[in-house]
Every structure is written in structure tokens, then in C-alpha cells.
């Protein structure tokens, strides 16, 4: 129901910074928490981070803790995700949606996907 689209990926050296924006349609953008989704090449899709809709809390996947950020501007209708000392293991698809918390684990509260941004570092 919150259509939503990815930018912002790109190639870029290890050790390198890239910031993802993920641009929501409608009015209620901000009635949702939010959250960030990466999926490699043959590999499952995998939750990266997620942030609440006041934007007070966020919570992030150990493998990225420290190295990424996530944000919101509910103004906007837009998510972010900062993402600096990039690594080889980061190269994946990542997605943007609307997400909510199933006991410990964030899942993505609709059906459907965007079609992601690709972010690819090289070593």
C-alpha cells in the first residue's frame, strides 16, 4: 500500500560511502515504521535496518552495526541509509519498505517490492 522507490546505489571501493534514499507515495509515509532489506546474489533476501515512525529508535543487523545509518525525513515522504566503510560482503539489492516487529524479527508488512537499488563493492 506504500509504493516506494530505491536510488542512490552504485559501484564503489572498498572502504567507500554511499547513501540510499527510498522515496514513498501518499500521505501516511509516516504512520509506518520503515526499514532496509538487502539480498545478494543467490542468496535470501536478509533485513539490514529499521527505524520507528518518530524516527527515536532504530535498530540495525550485526553485520552492519557501526557502518550504517538509518534515517527518515517524514516532511519528505523519504528513508535513508548511510552507509560508509563499505565491504565486498555489503554487494546486494537492497530494498526499502514498510516493516513491523514480529517478536525479535522485522519483517516487511506488505506483500510486494520495490525494485531495489544494486550497490556493488569492489575490493
Known amino acids: 500500500q506504500v509504493q516506494v522507490v530505491e536510488s542512490g546505489g552504485g559501484l564503489v571501493q572498498a572502504g567507500g560511502s554511499l547513501r540510499l534514499s527510498c522515496a514513498a507515495s501518499g500521505r501516511t509515509f509516516s504512520s509506518y515504521a520503515m526499514g532496509w532489506f538487502r539480498q545478494a546474489q543467490g542468496k535470501e533476501r536478509q533485513f539490514v535496518a529499521a527505524?520507528?515512525?518518530?524516527?527515536?529508535?532504530?535498530y540495525y543487523t550485526d553485520s552492519v552495526n557501526g557502518r550504517f545509518t538509518i534515517s527518515r525525513d517524514n516532511a519528505k515522504n523519504t528513508l535513508y541509509l548511510q552507509m560508509n566503510s563499505l565491504q565486498p560482503d555489503d554487494t546486494a539489492v537492497y530494498y526499502c519498505?514498510?516493516?513491523?516487529?514480529?517478536?525479535?524479527?522485522?519483517?516487511?508488512?506488505?506483500?510486494?517490492w520495490g525494485q531495489g537499488t544494486q550497490v556493488t563493492v569492489s575490493s
Open positions: 527505524i520507528t515512525w518518530s524516527g527515536s529508535s532504530t
Open positions: 519498505a514498510a516493516v513491523y516487529l514480529r517478536g525479535s524479527t522485522w519483517q516487511s508488512l506488505f506483500d510486494s
